[in-house]
């Protein structure tokens, strides 16, 4: 991974460094190999964040049908 450093701007890159990080899953996965995970566990929370994502992702479909289904009948005048 690679973060130019613009004028001497040393914080600005390295908000950008960890901003690219935190989008690509480093801490946490540093946070989950800290400690040893067992199989069985492992494949729990796999599972668990699967459900959490579908259900987020069926949330953000129903409020964007309702939303679009709510602003079609308004006409402006």
């Known amino acids: 991974m690679q973060v130019v450093v613009r004028d001497n701007n040393v914080d600005q890159a390295l908000r950008a460094l960890k901003k690219k990080l935190q989008r690509e899953g480093v ?37 964007r049908e309702s939303g679009v289904a709510a602003a079609a009948p308004r006409r402006a005048s």
């Open 27 to 63: 801490f946490r996965e540093m946070k989950l190999r800290n400690y040893y995970e067992k199989p069985s566990e492992k494949k729990a929370r796999q599972k668990a964040e699967a459900v959490r994502r579908a259900r987020k992702l069926a949330r953000k479909r129903a409020q």
